[in-house]
């Protein structure tokens, strides 16, 4: 009882000490944050939690891909570039006639002539990419189309390639001084709320601020979403029971290009991914309110805090012999596993990995201290030891010649 009250006395310096070293490695962290080594780690850890999340499927999404195949097929796009028009007018047409909630269109127009969907009339709305190009260091949108349809947005894809990897978006761009709703939250919105569908160029003006880029919320690869192909949907559209089926009711319909020549593939945490796939996990993220939350520099602090104070308070009270192992393996342990369920609970990204390294060095450090206080009492010890040996040996003399003297009377 007396060592146990004696080691819970110096837990209020044990504590400062650890606080002080967290503290540090939390503003060492902050203050390398925007380097690329931290943020490469900060990648890495947050590329590994959407592996760990796993698949989640995005059952109010299809995608209608123009494949390899729909595009070299003579009787289809026979490999020309841009798309043919008439084709691409006729596959929306087809697309709205099944049913579909809303449909969202990835093919760049730029190059088609201006009247090109004058004869587009749709029951659904529809939302176009919208081409966006570096002017004098601004952006300039391409100009806007027009159609008959009840309906027709447009909003550039905005995406966002970090180290090369898509990562990022932005729901809403600054362009001429005014906020410009991206494609993803364009569909997002008319998907949601057909009365907030826009006509001509009212889908350029958004409201709010740009407020910079986001995390892509990635539910899974490729492989969460339905699938037709461009070829299926047109043949199948001439059948007479096409429209009374309704193979597509209520969905949300993306059409884009999945063949090579489109150049629209990227790298992403979860491996490769066309253009029309990526944004299909934007608008599934956002419908799912599944969008990554990324913690705010006060946000982290505190949380580094409360969690390194609490893990250097269980080391003290592990038993000395296991207090060093448990820092290095429990430490890691505790940090990975509410990472994970911030992530997979709330989509809440917080990086801990500051902390574990302060409360690691904290775990030395106080290793260090500790085995030269023992040493340091061991020495005292030895002292002790050789200073009671020699008086035992001079009371041990003593007696030795106080027996002679004795014996010799």
Same mark, same amino acid.
């Given at each position: 009882?007396?060592?146990? +009250? ?37 990648? /890495? ?17 299809? &995608? ?9 097929? +003579? ?16 596959? &929306?047409?087809? &697309? ?40 004098? *260091? ?31 978006? %932005?729901?809403?761009?600054? &362009? ?8 993803? #939250? ?30 892509? *919320? ?39 290009? #999945?063949? +090579?020549?489109?150049?629209? +593939? ?46 250097? /308070? ?8 296991? @207090? ?27 990086? %801990? ?9 904290? *775990? ?28 035992? @040996? ?12 004795? #014996?010799?009377?």
């Amino acid at each position: 009882m007396v060592g146990l +009250k004696q080691r819970r006395t110096a837990f209020a310096p044990y504590a400062w000490r650890g606080a002080a070293l967290v503290l540090l490695a939390t503003a060492i962290t902050a203050a390398l944050h925007h380097t690329w080594f931290v943020e490469r780690l900060e990648l /890495t850890n947050l590329d590994a939690l959407f592996v760990l999340s796993g698949s989640h499927q995005a059952r109010d999404i299809t &995608i209608v891909e123009i494949s390899d195949e729909d595009y070299a097929d +003579k009787q289809m796009f026979g490999g020309i570039s841009p798309l043919k028009p008439a084709l691409v007018v006729q596959l &929306i047409q087809a &697309i709205d006639a099944a049913g579909a909630r809303a449909i969202g269109v990835d093919i760049l127009t730029s190059d088609w002539p201006a009247d090109s969907l004058k004869n587009l009339r749709l029951r659904a709305p529809v939302v176009w990419v919208r081409g966006v190009e570096e002017v004098d *260091g601004g952006l300039r949108l391409d100009p806007i189309m027009s159609g008959d349809g009840q309906d027709l947005c447009q909003g550039p894809p905005a995406l966002e390639q970090v180290d090369g990897v898509a990562r990022k978006y %932005f729901p809403l761009l600054s &362009i001429d001084n005014r906020a410009v709703a991206s494609f993803s #939250t364009l569909l997002r919105q008319v998907a949601q709320d057909p009365g907030t569908t826009c006509r001509g160029d009212r889908g350029a003006a958004a409201s709010g601020k740009a407020s910079g880029s986001a995390y892509i *919320g990635f539910m899974g690869n490729a492989a969460i979403f339905s699938r037709l192909s461009a070829g299926a949907v047109i043949a199948g559209s001439e059948a007479p029971q096409w429209g009374s089926r309704q193979l597509l009711k209520n969905q949300i319909v993306l059409v884009g290009g #999945t063949y +090579k020549h489109a150049r629209d +593939k990227y790298a992403t945490p979860l491996g490769e991914m066309y253009g029309v796939e990526i944004l299909g996990n934007i608008l599934a993220s956002e419908l799912a309110h599944a969008t990554v939350t990324e913690a705010g520099s006060t946000t982290f602090v505190i949380a580094d805090l409360l969690l390194g104070f609490a893990l250097i /308070t269980i080391a003290y009270y592990v038993p000395r012999p296991w @207090s060093l192992p448990a820092t290095f393996f429990g430490a890691p342990m505790i940090a990975v596993a509410l990472n994970m369920l911030l992530f997979l609970g709330w989509r809440y990204y917080l990086s %801990f990995m500051p902390v574990v390294v302060g409360v690691m060095v904290h *775990g030395i450090v106080e290793h260090v201290r500790e085995h030269r206080r023992l040493m340091r009492e061991h020495a005292e010890l030895e002292e002790r030891h050789r200073s009671l040996q020699l008086e035992l @040996s001079k009371l041990r003399s003593g007696d030795r010649a106080q027996s002679v003297q004795q #014996t010799r009377e």
